[in-house]
Protein backbone atom coordinates (compact mmCIF):
# COMPACT_ATOMS: atom_id res chain seq x y z
CA UNK A 1 0.00 0.00 0.00
CA UNK A 2 1.28 3.41 -0.73
CA UNK A 3 2.09 6.00 1.89
CA UNK A 4 -0.91 8.19 0.26
CA UNK A 5 -3.11 5.06 0.63
CA UNK A 6 -2.37 4.85 4.19
CA UNK A 7 -2.65 8.29 5.08
CA UNK A 8 -6.38 8.34 3.54
CA UNK A 9 -7.16 5.14 5.34
CA UNK A 10 -6.05 6.76 8.98
CA UNK A 11 -8.28 9.36 7.70
CA UNK A 12 -11.33 7.37 7.36
CA UNK A 13 -11.24 6.28 10.72
CA UNK A 14 -11.74 9.84 12.16
CA UNK A 15 -14.30 10.91 9.85
CA UNK A 16 -17.75 10.14 11.37
CA UNK A 17 -20.25 8.24 8.87
CA UNK A 18 -22.84 9.95 6.45
CA UNK A 19 -26.19 10.74 8.31
CA UNK A 20 -29.00 8.08 7.12
CA UNK A 21 -30.99 11.19 6.00
CA UNK A 22 -30.79 15.08 5.81
CA UNK A 23 -32.45 17.44 6.99
CA UNK A 24 -35.29 17.15 4.30
CA UNK A 25 -35.46 13.30 5.26
CA UNK A 26 -33.74 12.00 1.93
CA UNK A 27 -31.40 9.04 1.97
CA UNK A 28 -29.19 10.04 -0.99
CA UNK A 29 -27.99 13.83 -1.24
CA UNK A 30 -25.62 16.08 -2.81
CA UNK A 31 -23.06 17.95 -0.84
CA UNK A 32 -20.08 20.39 -2.00
CA UNK A 33 -19.49 21.97 1.13
CA UNK A 34 -18.11 21.40 4.64
CA UNK A 35 -21.48 21.84 6.37
CA UNK A 36 -24.39 19.91 6.58
CA UNK A 37 -27.74 20.94 4.60
CA UNK A 38 -25.63 23.77 3.08
CA UNK A 39 -25.15 25.00 -0.36
CA UNK A 40 -26.58 23.85 -4.07
CA UNK A 41 -26.76 19.96 -5.39
CA UNK A 42 -26.01 18.18 -8.06
CA UNK A 43 -27.58 20.60 -10.37
CA UNK A 44 -24.24 22.51 -10.81
CA UNK A 45 -22.38 19.44 -13.10
CA UNK A 46 -25.01 19.91 -15.49
CA UNK A 47 -24.91 16.21 -16.38
CA UNK A 48 -28.07 14.78 -18.70
CA UNK A 49 -29.89 11.69 -17.48
CA UNK A 50 -28.21 9.07 -17.82
CA UNK A 51 -24.55 10.58 -18.14
CA UNK A 52 -21.34 9.03 -16.92
CA UNK A 53 -19.88 11.22 -14.16
CA UNK A 54 -16.58 10.91 -12.08
CA UNK A 55 -15.70 11.42 -8.61
CA UNK A 56 -12.25 11.93 -7.90
CA UNK A 57 -11.65 11.42 -4.42
CA UNK A 58 -15.11 9.60 -3.48
CA UNK A 59 -14.48 8.62 0.10
CA UNK A 60 -16.98 7.08 2.00
CA UNK A 61 -19.22 7.47 -1.36
CA UNK A 62 -22.28 9.36 -0.39
CA UNK A 63 -22.37 12.10 -3.44
CA UNK A 64 -21.67 9.58 -6.26
CA UNK A 65 -24.26 7.19 -4.43
CA UNK A 66 -27.15 10.46 -4.50
CA UNK A 67 -25.47 10.51 -8.63
CA UNK A 68 -26.50 6.95 -9.32
CA UNK A 69 -29.96 7.52 -7.28
CA UNK A 70 -30.68 9.92 -9.74
CA UNK A 71 -30.13 7.74 -13.18
CA UNK A 72 -26.78 8.62 -13.69
CA UNK A 73 -23.62 6.03 -14.46
CA UNK A 74 -21.95 7.20 -11.24
CA UNK A 75 -17.90 6.60 -11.05
CA UNK A 76 -16.44 6.81 -7.93
CA UNK A 77 -12.90 6.70 -7.51
CA UNK A 78 -10.13 6.75 -4.19
CA UNK A 79 -7.01 5.43 -3.36
CA UNK A 80 -8.04 4.30 0.18
CA UNK A 81 -9.17 0.78 1.00
CA UNK A 82 -10.90 1.34 3.91
CA UNK A 83 -12.66 4.17 2.43
CA UNK A 84 -14.16 2.18 -0.46
CA UNK A 85 -14.77 -0.74 1.88
CA UNK A 86 -16.93 1.67 4.03
CA UNK A 87 -18.74 3.25 0.58
CA UNK A 88 -19.23 -0.52 -0.76
CA UNK A 89 -21.12 -1.93 2.60
CA UNK A 90 -23.62 1.28 2.40
CA UNK A 91 -23.85 1.51 -1.09
CA UNK A 92 -22.54 -1.46 -2.88
CA UNK A 93 -25.92 -2.21 -4.36
CA UNK A 94 -26.94 0.41 -5.89
CA UNK A 95 -27.67 -0.03 -9.14
CA UNK A 96 -25.31 2.63 -11.92
CA UNK A 97 -23.13 2.83 -9.38
CA UNK A 98 -19.22 1.53 -9.71
CA UNK A 99 -16.37 2.01 -7.45
CA UNK A 100 -12.56 1.58 -8.05
CA UNK A 101 -9.14 1.84 -6.20
CA UNK A 102 -6.95 3.95 -7.90
CA UNK A 103 -4.71 6.72 -7.85
CA UNK A 104 -6.95 9.69 -9.98
CA UNK A 105 -4.28 10.30 -12.50
CA UNK A 106 -3.76 6.59 -13.27
CA UNK A 107 -7.26 5.83 -13.65
CA UNK A 108 -8.13 8.90 -16.11
CA UNK A 109 -5.31 7.89 -18.31
CA UNK A 110 -6.69 4.79 -18.64
CA UNK A 111 -10.02 5.30 -18.85
CA UNK A 112 -11.18 5.08 -22.70
CA UNK A 113 -14.89 6.04 -22.17
CA UNK A 114 -15.02 9.52 -21.40
CA UNK A 115 -17.26 11.64 -18.81
CA UNK A 116 -19.98 13.88 -19.12
CA UNK A 117 -18.79 15.70 -16.04
CA UNK A 118 -15.94 15.24 -13.54
CA UNK A 119 -16.04 16.57 -10.10
CA UNK A 120 -14.48 16.46 -6.60
CA UNK A 121 -15.38 17.47 -3.34
CA UNK A 122 -12.61 18.01 -0.72
CA UNK A 123 -10.90 15.28 -2.84
CA UNK A 124 -8.33 14.92 -5.45
CA UNK A 125 -8.45 18.07 -7.02
CA UNK A 126 -7.07 19.50 -3.56
CA UNK A 127 -4.59 17.03 -2.78
CA UNK A 128 -3.70 16.36 -6.73
CA UNK A 129 -0.90 18.54 -8.49
CA UNK A 130 -2.87 20.52 -11.55
CA UNK A 131 -0.51 20.82 -13.24
CA UNK A 132 -0.68 16.57 -13.79
CA UNK A 133 -4.60 16.30 -12.95
CA UNK A 134 -6.67 19.74 -15.21
CA UNK A 135 -4.86 18.11 -18.30
CA UNK A 136 -5.44 14.72 -17.48
CA UNK A 137 -9.32 15.70 -16.54
CA UNK A 138 -9.80 17.73 -19.12
CA UNK A 139 -8.68 14.50 -21.85
CA UNK A 140 -11.77 12.50 -20.31
CA UNK A 141 -14.10 15.30 -20.37
CA UNK A 142 -16.49 14.66 -23.73
CA UNK A 143 -17.17 17.84 -25.57
CA UNK A 144 -19.20 20.45 -22.96
CA UNK A 145 -18.47 18.36 -19.89
CA UNK A 146 -18.08 20.12 -17.12
CA UNK A 147 -15.11 20.00 -14.24
CA UNK A 148 -16.48 21.22 -10.92
CA UNK A 149 -14.52 21.02 -7.75
CA UNK A 150 -14.65 22.24 -3.77
CA UNK A 151 -12.25 22.84 -1.30
CA UNK A 152 -11.65 24.92 1.80
CA UNK A 153 -10.65 28.86 0.26
CA UNK A 154 -6.29 29.11 0.98
CA UNK A 155 -5.26 31.05 3.54
CA UNK A 156 -3.92 34.48 2.76
CA UNK A 157 -0.37 34.72 1.86
CA UNK A 158 -0.25 30.65 1.65
CA UNK A 159 -0.61 29.47 -2.04
CA UNK A 160 0.61 26.61 -3.64
CA UNK A 161 2.27 23.15 -2.81
CA UNK A 162 1.04 23.29 1.07
CA UNK A 163 1.58 20.07 3.60
CA UNK A 164 -1.89 18.67 5.25
CA UNK A 165 -1.14 16.83 8.50
CA UNK A 166 -3.53 13.59 9.55
CA UNK A 167 -2.85 12.87 13.10
CA UNK A 168 -2.22 9.62 14.18
CA UNK A 169 -1.90 8.10 17.63
CA UNK A 170 -0.43 10.01 20.51
CA UNK A 171 3.00 8.54 20.53
CA UNK A 172 3.11 8.49 16.17
CA UNK A 173 4.11 11.25 13.94
CA UNK A 174 1.16 12.44 11.98
CA UNK A 175 0.90 11.57 7.99
CA UNK A 176 1.60 14.40 5.67
CA UNK A 177 -0.38 14.56 2.22
CA UNK A 178 0.15 17.67 -0.08
CA UNK A 179 -2.44 19.59 -1.30
CA UNK A 180 -2.88 22.58 -3.72
CA UNK A 181 -4.10 26.04 -2.85
CA UNK A 182 -4.90 28.60 -4.63
CA UNK A 183 -7.27 32.12 -5.06
CA UNK A 184 -10.06 32.13 -7.29
CA UNK A 185 -8.49 34.14 -10.15
CA UNK A 186 -5.27 31.79 -9.69
CA UNK A 187 -7.51 28.76 -10.25
CA UNK A 188 -9.28 30.76 -13.27
CA UNK A 189 -6.29 31.26 -15.15
CA UNK A 190 -4.53 28.01 -14.29
CA UNK A 191 -8.12 25.71 -16.06
CA UNK A 192 -7.88 28.47 -18.89
CA UNK A 193 -4.06 27.66 -19.62
CA UNK A 194 -5.11 23.76 -20.17
CA UNK A 195 -7.80 24.53 -22.37
CA UNK A 196 -11.24 25.31 -19.87
CA UNK A 197 -13.59 27.46 -21.02
CA UNK A 198 -16.79 29.35 -19.07
CA UNK A 199 -14.90 29.28 -16.13
CA UNK A 200 -16.02 30.65 -12.62
CA UNK A 201 -14.11 30.27 -8.79
CA UNK A 202 -16.01 31.91 -6.18
CA UNK A 203 -16.48 31.62 -2.39
CA UNK A 204 -19.52 30.03 -1.03
CA UNK A 205 -20.04 32.17 2.31
CA UNK A 206 -20.42 29.64 5.44
CA UNK A 207 -24.19 29.54 6.37
CA UNK A 208 -25.16 31.80 9.53
CA UNK A 209 -23.52 30.52 13.21
CA UNK A 210 -19.98 30.65 14.51
CA UNK A 211 -17.83 29.17 12.01
CA UNK A 212 -17.04 31.49 8.99
CA UNK A 213 -14.91 29.73 6.86
CA UNK A 214 -16.96 29.54 3.35
CA UNK A 215 -15.89 27.11 0.60
CA UNK A 216 -14.05 27.63 -2.89
CA UNK A 217 -16.42 26.34 -5.93
CA UNK A 218 -14.81 26.22 -9.07
CA UNK A 219 -16.76 25.20 -11.88
CA UNK A 220 -15.10 24.43 -15.86
CA UNK A 221 -16.27 23.49 -19.16
CA UNK A 222 -14.18 21.12 -21.76
CA UNK A 223 -14.81 23.10 -25.43
CA UNK A 224 -17.01 21.77 -27.79
Sequence with gaps: MTDTAIAWDTYSRQRPERRPTNARGET???????YADHGPGAELLEAPAGGRVLDLGCGKGGNAA????????????????????AARERWGQMPGLALHQADAVSFLREDRVGFAAVYSVYGAAWFTDPAV????????????????????????????????????????????????????????????????TDIDASVLAA????????????RASARE
Design 133 to 196: LMPAIRERLLPGGRLVFSQRPPVEGCYGCQASYIPRGADEDPLVVKRWDYEPDAWERLLKAHGY
Design 207 to 218: PPGRRTIGTLIV
Design 66 to 85: HLAALGMAAVGVDVSPKQLT
Design 28 to 34: TWFNWTQ
